[in-house]
Each structure stands twice: as structure tokens, then as C-alpha cells.
């Protein structure tokens, strides 16, 4: 598989029914679809975007595979409160293919910790390097070992990489505490 498999990755996540997730720069919204079959329809999936297009694409795929768990957010993930959801009010979020694209991913990450429950993990998901501009501008690409660091700089606690293809890394992380 040549990109991020949102089958894979979030087959990897483990995410379980009745669970709420946040999909951080949801996009067209193809991983919210497999979350939402995951978390059934006893979970919510909040599909957050900046781009009101994305999100009203999103809004079709949802509707043309009948998902009634999907909420969707116009949200900028870069202020804080960014998300709009409450303090500690979801299980786990996803942060797919998007640090390459913020300029602040402190804030973003550190949105993400906020909105977690206490245990709630986050799975970060995005290049390896440009590959010769198939990517991302080499300039933008966020390495893994770098997201390591901003991880921990959102006071999140690395747990594990997974396989999410050739072009990509995949981190899962813990919000402990508070």
C-alpha cells in the first residue's frame, strides 16, 4: 500500500463501540468513515476542518454510507479551543496527515491533550519524508522523531509505533492525569 491505510491504522488503534473520537483535519473525512463503522452507532465521531469545502464533502460520504455518528466541526485547530469540544470529552483522536500542514503543531497537539478523557490516546499519522514531492515540500515534512518530541512537549506520553504504510509513520499516545 503506497499511503496512509485508514483500514490499517485504525484497525491498530483499536477503537472499540460507543467510543467518541475527534478527527483533527478531517478533510474529505475517509478516516472519520472507518472510525464511525468502528465506534458504531452508540459513538460520535467529530469530523474538524478549517476547510468548509472538505467538510461539506465529508457531509455527502457520510450521508451516502448512511453514518448518523458523524458530527462536523468548522473548527481551526491552531487557536486554542480550536476544536470547540469540551475539556477532557473524548476517547481518543486522530491526527492524520496534518502536522506537515500547521504552523503551529504545539497548539494543535496541545488541543488534542485537552479534549482527551484521562487514558484517552491520540494516534498520529503523517510522511516520512517528501519522496521527491509526492509529499509534502521537504521543508514541511514533520519527521518521526520530531513528533516524538512534540508528543512529549504536549505532555503526551508515547505507547507505540504502528505500520500505516510505506510513505508514513504512525505514533499512538496516552493523555495521563489530568
Avoid at 28 to 36: F, H, L, S, W
Avoid at 63 to 76: A, C, M, N, P, Q
Avoid at 122 to 136: C, H, K, N
Wanted: charge should be negative.
Amino acid at each position: 500500500m503506497a499511503f496512509a491505510d485508514p483500514v490499517r491504522s485504525i484497525e491498530q488503534f483499536g477503537l472499540s463501540e460507543g467510543m467518541e473520537v475527534a478527527d483533527f483535519g478531517a478533510g474529505a473525512g475517509y478516516v472519520a468513515i472507518e472510525v464511525a463503522e468502528r465506534v458504531g452507532r452508540e459513538g460520535k465521531v467529530y469530523v474538524i476542518d478549517i476547510q468548509r469545502e472538505l467538510l461539506t464533502k465529508a457531509t455527502h460520504i457520510a450521508k451516502e454510507h448512511h453514518l448518523e455518528s458523524l458530527v462536523f466541526i468548522h473548527g481551526d485547530l491552531e487557536a486554542p479551543n480550536g476544536s470547540t469540544l469540551p475539556n477532557a470529552s473524548v476517547d481518543a483522536v486522530i491526527v492524520s496527515n496534518l502536522l506537515f500542514q500547521v504552523e503551529d503543531k504545539n497548539v494543535v497537539l496541545a488541543e488534542a491533550r485537552r479534549i482527551l478523557r484521562p487514558g484517552g490516546r491520540a494516534l498520529i499519522v503523517d510522511w516520512r519524508e517528501s519522496f521527491g514531492g509526492m509529499g509534502p515540500q521537504p521543508e514541511l515534512v514533520v519527521s518521526e522523531n520530531d513528533a516524538r518530541e512534540l508528543v512529549q512537549t504536549a505532555q503526551l506520553t508515547y505507547e507505540s509505533s504502528i505500520d500505516v504504510g510505506t510513505y508514513h509513520y504512525g505514533l499512538i499516545c496516552k493523555k495521563n492525569g489530568q
